[in-house]
């Protein structure tokens, strides 16, 4: 069975937002969804293309002055229909991380530099903690600037499950230094 294409569904669930042209699409991504979704800005207009022709969207072109058209695309009742299944269709799979660390660690017995594996974690500890700033500052401005509006409710639930992975990803790279540091890779105590 072919594997589905869930940046549909990603795209239909952005229309249901204020955020209408792929510019504002683009941007709704990379401000959110790409911090635990990746679509690629290549993916966006071929998307919107087949969602306008499977009629789960439509297109209308908004002229302005000393520019191109402006596309703006909005969800049809079909789209919503199309959302509203998938959103009710039970989840088949919990996704697999790719993460070179853990695949560089994997094989770190190969490593001549017990040092460098060690500053491999310190590096991936600080990227760590700049992803959970920046959660922070996602969470502070929804707060400060947000209009109570349901969808920010379900934002900040998907951001606490963001800001605690990075919390717990930071803990273990904590526990896994100690660990190679004391010389015992199991993690027991001497």
Not at 82 to 90: A, D, G
Request: with cysteine; aromatic share 10%; proline share 2%.
């Amino acid at each position: 069975m072919a594997q589905e294409n869930h940046t549909k569904y990603a795209i239909l669930g952005i229309l249901t937002t204020s955020c209408n042209s792929g510019y504002e699409i683009k941007q709704m991504i990379d401000n959110s969804l790409n911090h635990f979704w990746k679509i690629s800005y290549g993916q966006i207009y071929p998307m919107l293309k087949t969602l306008v022709t499977d009629e789960l969207a439509y297109v209308v072109e908004v002229a302005q002055e000393n520019k191109p058209d402006k596309k703006t695309y909005f969800i049809t009742e079909k789209g919503r229909a199309v959302l509203q299944n998938w959103l009710e269709t039970p989840i088949e799979k919990v996704s697999i991380e790719k993460n070179e660390l853990l695949l560089k660690l994997f094989f770190s017995s190969n490593q001549k530099k017990e040092q460098l594996t060690i500053k491999h974690i310190e590096q991936y500890i600080e990227k760590l903690q700049e992803r959970l700033a920046v959660f922070l500052t996602i969470e502070q401005s929804i707060h400060t600037h947000g209009t109570g509006h349901l969808d920010e409710q379900y934002w900040l639930i998907t951001l606490d499950y963001g800001k605690r992975a990075t919390q717990a990803a930071i803990e273990w790279g904590n526990a896994a230094i100690a660990t190679i540091k004391g010389g015992n890779v199991n993690g027991e105590k001497d």
